[in-house]
């Protein structure tokens, strides 16, 4: 029987105005009706004004947290659809887009392995303290996690930037997957990656492909285009099974939830342009 014995919470909030809070988000993960995990999470970190750094997430930012080491870990099979609660600790609203949260599993013949737990997507809902600006919570519904042949029809690549001087960069990133035969995704991603900062990218695919593809002398390959070097800290990238909306299955491709693959960069004195992502288990 799988156990899960840690999470990360992701989610990106809706750019909208006053969609962004900087109060904390509380997962609450119910099994049988007694609360096997409740954590707060200060899901996202950026520099005010002033030079604090402080929680919380502003309109249109991401956020990816882990939860660390789960004191109780729990069977996966034991989850239902209304076992994962996602809530706020103050009455600043936040407007949520979208919401995933993703398991490490320790069964003793798949040691490690990293999947997705619950996912909500395209929400349209507040969540705050006060009942008058919106809900105290939501749940979060169960996704599957697919298997080898599951068609892969746009994937979600999140990635999370180090903290430190100079690990953040406004360089082009590309990411391309291959298989045996064919380019199956080829994106490049225009933004800044900032310190402490997520990402949250839906690619589309330049045409369905399997995890059993790649498994047959595919490629996954992330790169950076410019010299401005750049240092993930954690980076995951799933595979959905719709082209648009929320997903029934989320196939794990690739999971570095410690980035310990050294630095990006286009100057080979400073990091490697690429880096092959290994396929997940």
């Known amino acids: 029987m799988a156990t899960v014995d840690n999470l990360w919470l992701a989610a990106l909030t809706r750019d909208e105005n006053d969609a962004g809070s900087p109060d904390r988000f509380n997962l609450t993960i ?3 009706g007694v609360d096997t995990f409740d954590q707060d999470f200060s ?10 750094v402080q929680g ?11 939860a660390g080491p789960l004191s109780a870990p729990f069977a996966v099979n034991a989850l239902t659809n209304s076992s994962v609660r996602l809530g706020i ?7 949520p887009e979208h919401v995933l949260l993703i398991g490490r599993t320790q069964p003793a013949f798949e040691p490690g392995r990293i999947i997705a737990l619950a996912m909500e997507t395209d929400l349209t809902e507040w969540l705050s303290a006060d009942s008058s600006e919106g809900h105290l919570t939501t749940r979060l519904r169960l996704v599957g996690v697919g298997s080898s042949t599951t068609l892969i029809r746009r994937v979600l690549l999140l990635v999370y930037t180090d903290t430190g001087n100079d690990v953040q ?12 035969t064919s380019l199956v995704l080829n994106k490049q991603l225009t933004d800044d990656f900032n310190q402490y900062t997520a990402k949250w990218f839906y690619v589309d695919v330049l045409g369905p492909f399997t995890r059993g593809d790649l498994a047959l002398n595919g490629s996954i390959r992330l790169s950076i285009l410019g010299t401005n070097a750049w ?3 954690s980076l995951f990238l799933f595979g959905l099974d719709t082209e648009t909306g929320r997903p029934n299955e989320v196939v794990c491709l690739s999971a570095v939830p410690v980035w310990d693959m050294g630095w990006l960069s286009a100057d080979p004195h400073e990091g490697s342009q690429s880096v092959d992502l290994s396929l997940s288990a």
């Open 30 to 32: 119910s099994i049988d």
């Open 43 to 52: 899901i996202g970190w950026h520099a005010t004004a002033q030079g604090e």
């Open 56 to 66: 919380g997430l502003r309109q249109g930012q991401a956020g990816l947290q882990e």
């Open 89 to 95: 600790r103050g009455d600043n609203a936040w407007g």
């Open 169 to 180: 960069t406004d360089n082009t990133i590309q990411l391309q997957i291959g298989t045996a």
């Open 231 to 233: 240092l993930p800290k």
